[in-house]
């Protein structure tokens, strides 16, 4: 089938989405639907406004390093016109703290030194797609440090990685990690003035990637697809069933693991995907501390539900200001709050007369772990791209990051359309 004739359907409307909608309309598709079940486009991009200035409860930077992103930017002529970032570290107490304690800093050096050479041979962390993924990578991070005995590097990585919701390293396998967070990313973090960040905030991409897409279904959640006797797809909202030719998904995957063209094997793997369970929260207050602070104490999971990083983002008055916290859901049987327990780490911290203004729940960071690495998770994945004409994108194929999705998104319009 020629492309203007061909329909395609993409379902979320995150920046995989948006990538793959807004490429597919560049290479002469003309029939292009995104389906988003939220009012908004953008997912996990996600700028809010107060008194003029926006602020993010999802995505917040990208670094020099990410090239993907940096493209997508000189395409959309967009510039990383935000405020600069500064980053601290704190104790609960609010005292400043040091990262690297300094005895340790010559063994950071030796490491750091060390791990382009190590990395070098885990040749699959170049390529797109996961595939040939070296076994060694399918182990949590904690152990592929423990091989490698990276002692510093690890708590390190724990800064960066578990900071920002993705996970505790003693279960997420070192293949996301370091996906997530590559040697070139690891080197921009510590050039932390470099990030950007825009005024206009992070959904600028979005909302200029959707200036191009004609055909956007907001609040029109897609619950099932049916394969039909002529080949063809039916896409089912609560609204309506329309026909495509080809579909593509950006979103969480397991809820459609009741496809019934899948067979069980996909379907049981579907269900294994995990998650961290994040949220963020803005909270208007008074004395409010300034700039970007991490509390490295609350990065163990026993701290959980604690305050991991805040920011205000702005330049800030005496007034009461709006300041941006993230912290993962307290433990299960906690008998504090989430609310309770962020209240108190505020008050610790000195800031007075917290208000909650808004809040954002997220189901962050898919992964799946060691033992379906090992079985061969990405594999299966792999092989079911066009199977049905169906195709799968978005973050647990990608591995998170704006630069991630981006760049996956691309690849698999190169592979397939
Ligand atoms: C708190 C937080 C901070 C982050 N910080 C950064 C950062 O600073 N830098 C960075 O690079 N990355 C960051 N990330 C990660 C980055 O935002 C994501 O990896 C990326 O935006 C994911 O894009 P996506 O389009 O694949 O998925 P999503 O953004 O999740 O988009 C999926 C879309 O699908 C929609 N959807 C779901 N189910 C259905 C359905 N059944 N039918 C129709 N639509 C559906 C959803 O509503 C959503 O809009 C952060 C993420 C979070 C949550």
């Given at each position: 089938m020629n492309k203007p004739n061909c329909k395609v359907a993409v379902v979320g409307g995150g920046i995989s989405g948006l990538v793959i909608a807004e490429g597919l309309i560049k290479r002469g598709y003309e029939n292009v639907t995104i389906f988003e079940k939220s009012e908004r486009i953008g997912g996990k991009l996600y700028t809010i406004w107060y008194k003029g200035?926006?602020?993010?409860?999802?995505?917040?930077?990208?670094?020099?390093?990410?090239?993907?992103?940096?493209r997508l930017m000189e395409q959309l002529d967009i510039k990383a016109d935000g405020p600069k970032l500064s980053r601290i570290n704190y104790n609960a107490?609010?005292?400043?703290?040091m990262q690297i304690p300094?005895?340790?800093?010559?063994?950071?050096?030796?490491?750091?030194?060390?791990?382009?050479?190590?990395?070098?041979?885990?040749?699959?962390?170049?390529?797109i797609s996961l595939q040939n993924i070296e076994s060694a990578l399918m182990l949590t991070f904690s152990k592929w440090c423990d091989i490698h005995q990276f002692k510093v590097l690890k708590t390190v990585y724990v800064h960066y990685f578990t900071i920002f919701g993705l996970g505790n390293i003693e279960e997420v396998p070192a293949l996301y990690v370091l996906k997530i967070m590559n040697y070139d990313h690891l080197?921009?973090?510590?050039?932390?003035?470099?990030?950007?960040?825009?005024?206009?905030?992070?959904?600028?991409l979005t909302e200029a990637l959707s200036k191009s897409i004609k055909d956007i279904?907001?609040?029109?959640?897609v619950i099932d697809i049916l394969l039909a006797s002529n080949g063809k797809l039916h896409v089912k909202t609560p609204y309506e069933v329309l026909e495509y030719d080809r579909v593509i998904i950006t979103t969480p995957l397991e809820q459609f693991s009741h496809f019934h063209f899948w067979d069980r094997d996909m379907k049981e793997r579907l269900n294994r995907i995990k998650y961290q369970s994040f949220n963020v929260y803005a909270f208007l207050a008074n004395r409010v501390p300034k700039g970007c602070g991490c509390i490295l104490e609350n990065l163990s999971p026993s701290r959980q539900g604690h305050i991991t990083i805040w920011n205000t983002r702005w330049e800030i008055s005496n007034d009461e200001e709006l300041i941006i916290l993230y912290a993962y859901d307290p433990p299960y049987d906690s008998k504090l709050s989430p609310l309770e327990i962020?209240?108190?780490d505020l008050s610790r911290l000195g800031v007075e007369n917290p208000r909650l203004y808004q809040a954002k729940h997220w189901k962050h960071c898919p992964y799946v772990d060691t033992s379906e690495l090992e079985n061969g998770f990405?594999?299966?994945m792999e092989a079911m791209q066009g199977k049905n004409n169906i195709f799968l994108a978005g973050e647990i194929m990608s591995t998170l990051s704006i630069d991630n999705c981006i760049r996956y998104s691309i690849d698999l319009l190169n592979r397939f359309f």
């Open positions: 200035k926006s602020y993010e409860l999802g995505a917040s930077f990208g670094l020099p390093s990410q090239l993907n992103l940096k107490d609010g005292k400043k703290t300094k005895e340790l800093l010559k063994d950071f050096i030796d490491e750091l030194d060390r791990l382009p050479d190590v990395l070098e041979k885990y040749s699959s962390l170049e390529n080197m921009s973090f510590m050039r932390l003035p470099e990030f950007s960040t825009w005024k206009d905030g992070v959904t600028s279904r907001l609040g029109q959640r962020i209240i108190g990405y594999d299966k």
